[in-house]
């Protein structure tokens, strides 16, 4: 049965949380592959908007089972807060299932967060302190405690103990700070165990006999391309491989059961925290020109650009088409969904970034040095905008202003993707189905 990655194309912040929310409902199964609760994404039950962290959006429908994939970093704190949030807007949180292999964040995770972030002063990488970039430390180095573990009190213990053994003497020698007991640890996480336990399974064997039995799967990312360990703008990426790739990882189930990856892309781009970001048009408090800034402050004012899980100002800029084709080939993408066309309605012009240029040479294809990233400037083509027309109400492609059309085609055009999907405002039903088939 058609199983479907659905992955970040861009820095994150996409908008993958209302296009996940829309389609879900057509798959059995939504499994979130990777990441930790330094990813958020917004989902609408009635009136309310609700912020997610970890648990799949699927736990909206009824008909579908939310899994946790082993390729997750957890904060069961977090977690446990996320589910009874959920149960207070009477969502049922009895079919979320967690891999009995993902990895736990312990205190010490966060704290190291934190304390390396502020070490690395204007260098740093801007991460959300949450403790992700070292609990994945400590499972490459074969040191983490998995969720497992805590069904064991003996082994949970033992595995407190070595890694105290290690942690402490670093937290109170390098970093001035407090210590732990195993004692205080235990208390705080041990309880946790009564109540993921219910919800532990082998998502490896429950998502293969899934398939075998005709289901069909929705893969959700968390994050976007440019930030992917391997394939993302390096060292400013987070810790995990967020391209359609980890989903196989991230899950146990292989590859060849994967039919079709959506690509989400905002109809401009935004980052947030440090490293290259070509079309940035940055804000007056970071040195940007004013029109540069007023651009800047356009984006973020008329699209709402605050991160969901840190409330963090992102960075905006024009479309980039170069990362546009880069996600392209290193997802495998089949589709793409556009969001947020209805912000560029602000816009008598609108810029897309078609190559960069650097010492006087020009790159149409995403350059593998670092270097030349930072200090790529943009060469764009000005497209005629649709400036003052309200698209929010647009059920149909044809019914977009021709320059909102033109713009969409082009963006096809020069990524080489077809967009099936294009969001013309927040809400489920300002969408337009253009291509886009469901699985049922």
């Not at 967009?419 to 088939?437: K, M, N």
Request: net charge negative; glycine share 12%; aromatic share 8%.
């Amino acid at each position: 049965m058609p199983s479907t990655v659905l992955v970040g194309a861009q820095w994150g912040d996409e908008g993958k949380g209302k296009i996940t929310d829309m389609i879900s409902s057509d798959y059995d199964y939504v499994v979130r592959y990777q990441g930790g609760n330094n990813a958020g994404h917004t989902v609408i039950h009635g009136d309310r908007k609700l912020a997610l962290h970890l648990i799949p959006s699927g736990i909206m429908y009824e008909n579908a089972v939310p899994v946790i994939g082993n390729g997750v970093v957890i904060d069961p704190g977090v977690l446990v807060k996320e589910m009874a949030m959920l149960e207070a807007e009477g969502i049922s949180c009895a079919r979320l299932l967690i891999s009995c292999d993902a990895h736990v964040i312990m205190p010490y995770h966060k704290d190291f967060d934190g304390a390396d972030e502020k070490r690395l002063g204007e260098n740093r990488i801007g991460t959300t302190k949450r403790g992700i970039g070292p609990c994945y430390q400590d499972k490459a180095a074969r040191k983490g405690i998995r969720i497992q573990d805590l069904l064991d009190e003996k082994i949970f213990r033992l595995k407190v103990e070595t890694a105290l053994a290690q942690k402490n003497p670093v937290l109170e020698k390098i970093y001035g700070m407090p210590t732990y007991t195993v004692e205080e640890i235990c208390e705080e996480y041990l309880p946790y165990a009564r109540i993921l336990k219910p919800h532990m399974t082998e998502s490896a064997q429950l998502l293969n006999d899934a398939l075998r039995e005709g289901k069909n799967i929705l893969f959700e990312g968390a994050q976007g391309t440019l930030l992917d360990i391997d394939h993302g703008t390096y060292p400013y990426v987070t810790s995990s491989s967020c391209c359609a790739g980890g989903a196989a990882t991230g899950s146990g189930v292989g590859p060849t059961a994967i039919d079709k990856v959506l690509g989400i892309q905002k109809a401009y781009v935004t980052r947030v925290g440090g490293g290259p970001f070509p079309t940035e048009q940055r804000y007056a408090e970071d040195g940007g020109a004013p029109e540069e800034a007023e651009v800047g402050e356009t984006f973020c004012q008329v699209g709402g650009e605050f991160g969901v899980t840190t409330g963090r100002k992102r960075r905006c800029g024009w479309f980039d088409a170069v990362i546009g084709r880069y996600a392209a080939e290193v997802n495998g993408l089949t589709d793409v969904a556009l969001t947020k066309l209805d912000v560029l309605s602000a816009f008598e012009t609108i810029k897309v970034c078609v190559a960069y240029e650097c010492e006087g040479k020009t790159y149409d294809y995403f350059p593998m040095q670092q270097s030349v990233l930072f200090h790529a400037k943009p060469i764009y083509k000005e497209l005629p905008g649709w400036k003052g027309v309200d698209i929010t109400g647009c059920k149909t492609f044809e019914e977009l202003p021709e320059n909102a059309q033109a713009y969409v085609e082009y963006l096809e055009e020069i990524t080489g993707v077809p967009i099936s999907i294009i969001a013309v405002g927040p809400d489920r039903d300002q969408t337009i189905l253009r291509g886009w088939q469901s699985v049922k």
